[in-house]
């Protein structure tokens, strides 16, 4: 079935980059290249987002893109909405101390084209993940071996009741109960689900 023209503001969609792409005018740039130069390291703080979003989107087997004006963060091929939220002891920089873990952006305001920002922040997922990245020394960080991730996994009513914009490790260890390793992660995202009927799924 043809599909109606898009309006000159719709972008159109387009494949996932292969890496191989030339940069159009400079011989032998690709696309790659412009990867290790934007994210040459996974500690940095919006990175390590990235990744912690990737592995659970990897965890659920999820076939959904990344939306970067999305008010979740992963969603599954049945609808549920994941937020996502990263911490480690560990930074990119010289540190005195490791880091004390704190998540923040817990209510945020969503957007639509139509009508922009929501005047009011709120809760705009169904499950809310809590990924900590647990190295505490530089020699074994290795932020792609899923065995040094530990993930806290919330439902949305949970959260909610936490009443708070920013939440601590503390805070989400009382309210979650022990994590779970990424093994296990979609198991408990899938119990955690807070959506009518989902537990007969």
């Known amino acids: 079935m043809e599909q109606p023209p898009c309006s000159p503001l719709t972008p159109?969609?387009?494949?996932?980059?292969?890496?191989?792409?030339?940069?159009?005018g400079v011989p032998d740039a690709t696309v790659v290249d412009f990867w290790r130069f934007a994210m040459p390291d996974l500690r940095v703080n919006n990175?390590?987002?990235?990744?912690?979003?990737?592995?659970?989107?990897?965890?659920?087997?999820?076939?959904?893109?990344?939306v970067e004006w999305a008010g979740h963060d992963v969603e599954t091929d049945d609808g549920l909405r994941i937020e996502v939220k990263s911490g480690a002891y560990l930074q990119a920089w010289e540190q005195r101390a490791p880091s004390s873990i704190r998540f923040s952006g817990i209510r945020a305001r969503t957007w639509s084209p139509d009508g922009g920002y929501a005047e009011t922040k709120s809760h705009n997922a169904d499950v809310y993940v809590f990924a900590v990245q647990t190295?505490?020394?530089?020699?074994?960080?290795?932020?792609?071996?899923?065995?040094?991730?530990?993930?806290?996994?919330?439902?949305?009513?949970?959260?909610?009741?936490?009443?708070?914009d920013s939440v601590g490790l503390g805070t989400v260890r009382a309210a979650g109960g022990p994590p779970v390793s990424f093994a296990g992660l979609n198991d408990r995202i899938r119990a955690a689900d807070p959506r009518p009927g989902a537990a007969d799924d």
């Open 12 to 24: 159109r969609p387009v494949p996932p980059l292969r890496g191989d792409e030339a940069v159009i």
């Open 47 to 66: 990175m390590r987002g990235l990744l912690a979003e990737f592995l659970v989107h990897l965890a659920v087997g999820s076939h959904a893109p990344r």
């Open 135 to 164: 190295a505490r020394e530089h020699a074994v960080y290795e932020p792609l071996d899923t065995t040094q991730w530990e993930f806290y996994v919330l439902p949305r009513p949970v959260v909610a009741a936490l009443d708070s």
